[in-house]
C-alpha cells in the first residue's frame, strides 16, 4: 500500500469518496504495525460522523438466501431514498489467506448502485479480525454518509456472535423445510436473534414458509417465557417478489426504536465498544505470541506433534506459552531472543 496522507483520506470519506472509502477500508485491513497506526488516526479524526446509522447483522442458515435478500432489500431501501453500506464477512482460506469474497456477485443490483457500497471483509484467523476489520469499516462507511449499514454473515457459527455484539438489530434468516425447519439452527443463536424472517415465501413455499414461522414463533415462546419476556417477531418474505420486505425493515426499525425508547441503545453501543476493546487485546496477543521469536523457532514442529497425536492440544499450548514467557523475560534481561 503506498505511503498514506490521512488527512486527505479522510476528507475523501467525509465527501462520500467511494475510492477514498475503499482506500480507508483496505488500510483498516491491514496487520502492519504502521498501518495500524494510521488506521487509528483516520478513525479518531472520522468518530463525530460515526454512530448515526442503523446497524444490522444479518445471518441465516445455508440456503437461506442471505446476499439475495440483502440485495433485494438494500435495493428497495436506496429506492427510499437511503444511502445503504454492506459489509460481508467472508471467511478466509485456512491455506493462503485468501476469500470467497463472492457476495459482489450475488450482490450485483446493489453494487451497481452510486448510493450502495458493498465491501468483501476477510474473517481473518481468529474473531479478534472479523471484530477489528468489520467495526472499523462500520465505521468508515457511516462517516461517508451511509445511513444504513448491514453486516453479513457466512453460516451460522462463532462470526455470528462476533457480528451480533457490533450491530443495534440482529436478523436471522431462515427457510421453510419439510418437517426439519429448526435443523441447522443452534439454540444459541435463536437468542441472539433480535427479528427472524423465514425467506423464499413465494409460489409453492409459500403455505410452508407460513407454517414453519409459526413453528418458530412456537419455539420462541417455549425459549423465551413469560409475559414480560420480548420475543422476536418471526415473519415470512420472498426476496424474490419482494413480499414481506417492508415488513421486514419495519420489524426492524421497531427493535431499534425499542431500544431507544427504553434508553438500552446506548446502553449496548457502550458494552459493545467495551467488547471490542477486549477483542482487540486478544487478537493483538495472539499475534505478540505467534511472532516471538522463540515460538517461531519451535512452532512447525509443535504444530506437527500436535496433528500426529504425539503432543495434546494441552501441552501443545502450555508449550507455546512457556516459549514465549521465556521469550519475555531473555528480552527483559537483554539476553537475545
Known amino acids: 500500500m503506498r505511503s498514506v496522507d490521512v488527512a486527505d483520506l479522510a476528507a ?33 479524526d472520522l468518530a463525530d460522523l460515526t454512530g448515526r446509522a442503523v446497524r444490522v447483522g444479518v445471518s441465516g442458515v445455508p440456503g437461506a438466501g442471505k446476499s439475495t435478500f440483502i440485495n ?30 463472492g457476495d459482489r456477485t450475488r450482490m450485483a443490483e446493489l453494487t451497481a448502485s452510486d448510493a450502495a457500497f458493498v465491501r468483501p471483509s476477510p474473517s481473518g484467523r481468529h474473531l479478534g479480525g ?30 455470528e456472535i462476533a457480528v451480533s455484539e457490533m450491530v443495534d438489530t440482529f436478523l436471522l434468516l431462515t427457510l421453510a423445510r419439510a418437517g426439519d425447519q429448526l435443523q441447522g439452527i443452534k439454540r444459541g443463536i435463536l437468542e441472539l436473534a433480535d427479528v427472524i424472517a423465514v425467506n423464499k415465501a413465494d409460489g409453492d413455499g409459500a403455505a410452508a414458509a407460513r407454517v ?3 413453528e418458530l414463533s412456537g419455539a420462541m415462546r417455549l425459549m423465551m417465557p413469560g409475559p ?3 420475543r422476536p417477531p418471526v415473519l415470512t418474505c420472498s ?20 431500544l431507544e425508547s427504553e434508553g438500552s441503545l446506548e446502553v449496548r453501543r457502550a458494552r459493545q465498544q467495551q467488547d471490542w476493546m477486549w477483542a482487540m487485546v486478544d487478537a493483538h496477543l495472539t499475534d505478540v505470541v505467534r511472532d516471538s521469536a522463540a515460538v517461531r523457532e519451535q512452532r512447525a514442529e509443535l504444530e506437527r506433534a500436535v496433528r500426529d497425536g504425539e ?13 514465549f514467557e521465556d521469550d519475555v523475560r531473555a528480552r527483559g534481561t537483554g539476553e537475545p531472543g
Open 72 to 101: 433485494a432489500l438494500g435495493t428497495r431501501l436506496v429506492e427510499q431514498g437511503h444511502r445503504v453500506a454492506v459489509v460481508a464477512v467472508d471467511p478466509s482460506s485456512r491455506r493462503t489467506g485468501g476469500s470467497i469474497l
Open 228 to 230: 414480560s419476556a420480548r
Open 12 to 44: 475523501g470519506v467525509r465527501a462520500g469518496s467511494r475510492q477514498h472509502v475503499a482506500r480507508a477500508i483496505t488500510l483498516l485491513e491491514s496487520t502492519r504495525p504502521e498501518h495500524r497506526d494510521l488506521a487509528g488516526e483516520l478513525l479518531a
Open 130 to 159: 472479523v471484530a477489528r476489520a468489520t467495526r472499523e469499516s462500520m465505521l468508515v462507511l457511516e462517516a461517508a454518509g451511509h445511513d444504513v449499514v448491514v453486516v453479513e454473515t457466512v453460516g451460522v457459527g462463532q462470526n
Open 212 to 214: 414453519a414461522a409459526r
Open 239 to 258: 426476496a424474490l417478489t419482494g413480499d414481506g420486505l417492508d415488513e421486514v425493515w419495519a420489524a426492524v426499525l421497531a427493535h431499534r426504536e425499542h
Open 311 to 323: 503432543v495434546s492440544a494441552v501441552d501443545g499450548a502450555a508449550r507455546i506459552l512457556a516459549l
